[in-house]
C-alpha cells in the first residue's frame, strides 16, 4: 500500500493511538522514512502529545489545595453523618427504603418486642438505602461501621442499609442514634413524616413481605 | 456484600482501592487523602471547559463535593480518576450550559471541522524536551498555545492528551461521537504542532539551552 503525505496527516493522530490496522501502519511508516516533512509532523505531534501530557503542565492557582480541603473538611464535618451533603432526592429514597424494611421488620416482630423495634426503625428514618453498613453472624442489628457494640467482629459482613433491612437487621439504637443527632431539621421532619407511614402500615395487615 | 471487606483484607489491594472502601464505609476524614492525587487534573478539566480561573476552582470543588456525597456509588471496575473527571466534565459542563445561551452551543457543536487541515512544513524545529517544562516560561508558552485553540478543540485535547481518558470516555464525558472526538483530537494535536513549531521561529523557546541541531528538520 503506498499512501501520500495528506493521508498520512489524517491519520497520524491515530497512528499514536495505536488505532491503525497493521497495512497502514506498515505504509506510513515507510512514508515517514522517505519524507520529511511527514517525519516532522509525526515527531512534532508526538512532542506535542508528551509535553502536555505531563503533570509539570497542569497548574492551580496559589492556595487552591488549602481551600478545597477545607471545603471537604466542612463537608465532612457536617455529613458525619453520612448524608446531610446528599441531594435530596435521596432523601424520600430512604424514607420509602426504611418504610419498606421497617414494614419487614415490624411483621418479624412479637408484639411485646414491637415498642424497642420501633424505636430503632424511627432512628433508622435517615439513613440512605445505598449506605453500607455492618452486621455481624448471629446477631440482629446492623450498624454503622466503627460502631463499638459490634459482636462476633470476624465474622462482619458488609452490606448495604437497604439489603441489611430486606434481610430482617435493625439498626442499632447506639450508632445509629448519634448519627440521627446531626440530621438537619428537614431531615427529621421527613423522618417523622416517614414515622407517620410506618404508624399507619403496623396496623396493616396486607402490609409488608415476610 | 463483603465486597470492601474483601478489597481491605487482600494484601494486592492498592492504597487508592484501600482508600476508596475506608470512605465507602464511613470514614470521611480520609476523602481528601484519597483525591488530592488527582485536584490538579479535576481543576484543569474545569478549567478548559470554563476558562476561568475563579469558575473552574468553584466547578472543582463542587465536583469533589459530589464525588464524596456518591462515593458508594463507585464500582472499583472503574477508574477513580476517570470517575472523578467525568463527574468534574458534567459539572463544568452544566455550569456553562447555565451561564451561556443554549443556542450558541448549538451552533457551535455542529461545525465539526471535517476538511483536511495541512501542517505547516518549518525549516528550523526541534524537539523541546520534557525538561523544559521545569521552566515556567515554556509552560506559560504552551498554556497558551492552547488557549488559542477552538473551544471544541481543546475540550477533546485536555480530556485525552492532559487527563489521560480514553477515546470512548472522552467522547462520553463531552456528549459527542467517538467519530468527533477523533476528528478534533487529529486537528487539535496538529494546530498545536504547528504553533509549538512556529514558537521556534518566533524565539518562544530561543533562550533556552537545548542542543542546537539535536533534531533539526
Known amino acids: 500500500m503506498v499512501i501520500n503525505c495528506e493521508q498520512v496527516w489524517h ?26 516533512r511527514c517525519a516532522s509532523v509525526l515527531e512534532g505531534t508526538r512532542n506535542v502529545v508528551r509535553l502536555y501530557g505531563d503533570e509539570r503542565m497542569i497548574e492551580v492557582p496559589a492556595g487552591f489545595s488549602r481551600r478545597l480541603e477545607k471545603r471537604l473538611a466542612q463537608s465532612a464535618r457536617v455529613s458525619s453523618k453520612p448524608w446531610s451533603t446528599w441531594s435530596a432526592w435521596l ?53 454503622a461501621p466503627g460502631c463499638g457494640v459490634i459482636h462476633n467482629k470476624d465474622k462482619e459482613r458488609t452490606l448495604t442499609a437497604k439489603e441489611a433491612m430486606q434481610e430482617g437487621y435493625v439498626p442499632c439504637l447506639r450508632c445509629m442514634r448519634k448519627y440521627m443527632e446531626t440530621a438537619t431539621a428537614g431531615h427529621a421532619a421527613l423522618g417523622a413524616e416517614a414515622n407517620a407511614d410506618l404508624d399507619a402500615d403496623d396496623d396493616d395487615p396486607q402490609g409488608g413481605g415476610r | 456484600m463483603a465486597e470492601a471487606d474483601t478489597v481491605l483484607n487482600n494484601p494486592g489491594t492498592t492504597r487508592e482501592q484501600d482508600l476508596i472502601a475506608r470512605v465507602q464505609r464511613g470514614q470521611n476524614e ?93 525549516a528550523d524545529w526541534r524537539e523541546i524536551p520534557s525538561e523544559a ?26 480530556l485525552r492528551d492532559m487527563e489521560q481518558l480514553n477515546i470512548q470516555e472522552t467522547a462520553e464525558a463531552l456528549g459527542i461521537s467517538v467519530a468527533s472526538v477523533k476528528t478534533r483530537l487529529l486537528r487539535a494535536r496538529l494546530m498545536l504542532r504547528d504553533l509549538l513549531a512556529g514558537g521556534w521561529e518566533q524565539g518562544w523557546f530561543s533562550r533556552l539551552p537545548f542542543e542546537k541541531g539535536s533534531k533539526p528538520w
Not at chain 1, 439513613?127 to 455481624?136: A, C, G, K, N, T
Not at chain 1, 453472624?137 to 446492623?142: C, I, N, P, Q, V
Open chain 1, 11 to 36: 491519520e497520524i493522530s491515530n497512528y499514536l493511538e495505536g488505532d491503525v490496522d497493521a497495512a497502514l501502519r506498515a505504509a506510513m511508516d515507510e512514508h515517514f522514512g522517505t519524507c520529511k
Open chain 2, 133 to 158: 517544562l521545569e521552566r515556567k516560561e515554556v509552560r506559560q508558552k504552551l498554556a497558551e498555545a492552547l488557549g488559542t485553540l477552538d473551544r471544541k478543540y481543546r475540550e477533546v485535547f485536555v
Open chain 1, 91 to 143: 432523601v424520600p429514597v430512604a424514607a420509602l427504603a426504611l418504610f419498606v424494611g421497617g414494614l419487614r421488620v415490624a411483621n418479624s416482630l412479637t408484639g411485646e418486642q414491637r415498642p424497642v423495634q420501633s424505636e430503632h426503625a424511627q432512628t433508622g428514618h435517615n439513613i440512605p438505602p445505598e449506605m453500607l453498613v455492618v452486621v455481624s453472624a448471629g446477631a440482629k442489628l446492623f450498624h
Open chain 2, 30 to 122: 480520609l476523602f481528601y487523602e484519597l483525591v488530592k492525587p488527582y485536584e490538579r487534573r479535576v481543576y484543569a478539566a474545569a478549567l478548559a471547559i470554563l476558562r476561568n480561573e475563579t469558575d473552574a476552582e468553584d466547578v472543582a470543588q463542587e465536583a469533589m463535593l459530589k464525588a464524596f456525597a456518591n462515593i458508594r456509588q463507585f464500582r472499583a471496575e472503574a477508574r477513580f480518576s476517570t470517575w472523578l473527571i467525568q463527574i468534574t466534565v458534567n459539572e463544568a459542563l452544566m455550569r456553562r450550559r447555565r451561564e451561556r445561551t443554549v443556542v450558541m452551543e448549538g451552533i457551535d457543536d455542529r461545525h465539526d471541522e471535517e476538511s483536511e487541515y495541512a501542517p505547516r512544513e518549518f
